[in-house]
């Protein structure tokens, strides 16, 4: 048996030297990543020379050059140790220096596609109820049941029921967007908060998108990723909050970090947070 292993790890080797050598070269570098100290997580604290970049950043750094486009730091998406992204990262950096945290405990929560380490978090604050959801949670979170399938816009729960609600770059993904700004309103309890992170042009007067856009393709291309519906235009996506009866409490980053720190965490210096309120004296209907 002994000798059968051998004699086939020594023909692959003969075979597919490229392949070996090219991981032995990717294990060597993700060492030395790991032990480097220009940057860190701020979640899981551990240093790093360089987050990993997002597949497509070559294509979103057109997006961001022609579109003045805000979004993700795509060329420092993920820590090598955590896989932590850089969303992630950022909602924790606001969430501590808003000393948001406390919004949590004993609240009703609902957070759409959650992430990993914010999901954790919030559970250790001990909410008085805590509801994760996802259009397609099969899709993305396969084999965690916590997961509920939920459409933001149809959410089946009552009006006025949660205090908080997180939906973290989910909004570039739904196309009736106006029904889930309407959906969010109504769930929310009076005075509560939403934060509703998306992508956007600084650039665009409205938001880009169009029927005919229909491929994979064609959505890569035109709107940054294929699973993307539209580019939003910051002022229209703002003006249709407040259309939706969302009071903006939009927190600015550089009112609340230095340049260096968004270097060192890996953030995105130009994304604000979209912190919005059900005003208790705003009527929608």
């Known amino acids: ?34 032990s480097g100290r220009r940057k860190e997580c701020n979640i899981c604290g551990k ?12 294509k979103l750094d057109a997006y961001n050059e022609i579109l003045d486009w805000v979004g993700s730091d795509v060329k420092n998406f993920a820590c090598v140790h955590c896989r932590s ?44 109820l805590y509801v994760q959801g996802d259009f397609n949670p099969k899709y993305l979170f396969e084999g965690n049941s916590d997961i509920l399938n939920i459409d933001a816009t149809d959410i089946k729960y009552n009006d006025e029921y949660f205090d908080f609600l997180i939906c973290n770059h989910v909004l570039e993904h739904i196309v009736d967007y106006k029904k889930a700004f309407s959906e969010i309103y109504r769930v929310l309890k009076k005075n509560g908060k939403a934060i509703l992170q998306t992508p956007y042009s600084r650039t665009l007067s409205k938001n880009f998108e169009d029927p005919g856009i229909q491929t994979n393709l064609q959505r890569e291309v035109l709107y940054g990723q294929h699973d993307h519906v539209r580019v939003f235009s910051e002022k229209q996506f703002f003006n249709d909050l407040n259309e939706a009866g969302f009071t903006l409490n939009i927190q600015k980053h550089d009112s609340l970090f230095d340049v260096n720190t968004s270097f060192r965490h890996g953030v995105n210096k130009l994304e604000d947070l979209v912190l919005v309120e059900k005003d208790k004296e705003i009527q929608v209907g």
Not at 9 to 34: C, D, E, H, Q
Not at 94 to 114: C, G, Q, T, V
């Open 85 to 128: 992204h850089d969303r992630e990262r950022h909602l924790f950096m606001y969430f501590d220096a808003l000393d948001l945290w406390n919004e949590f405990s004993n609240k009703k929560i609902l957070h759409f596609a959650p992430e990993a380490h914010l999901s954790k978090k919030i559970k250790e604050l001990e909410p008085s």
């Open 1 to 34: 048996m002994l000798k059968l292993f051998i004699t086939k790890a020594i023909n692959l080797t003969i075979k597919r030297p490229y392949f070996l050598v090219k991981r032995l070269f990717i294990s060597i570098g993700t060492i030395v990543n790991k």
């Open 47 to 58: 240093t790093l020379n360089n987050f990993l970049p997002y597949r497509q950043n070559y």
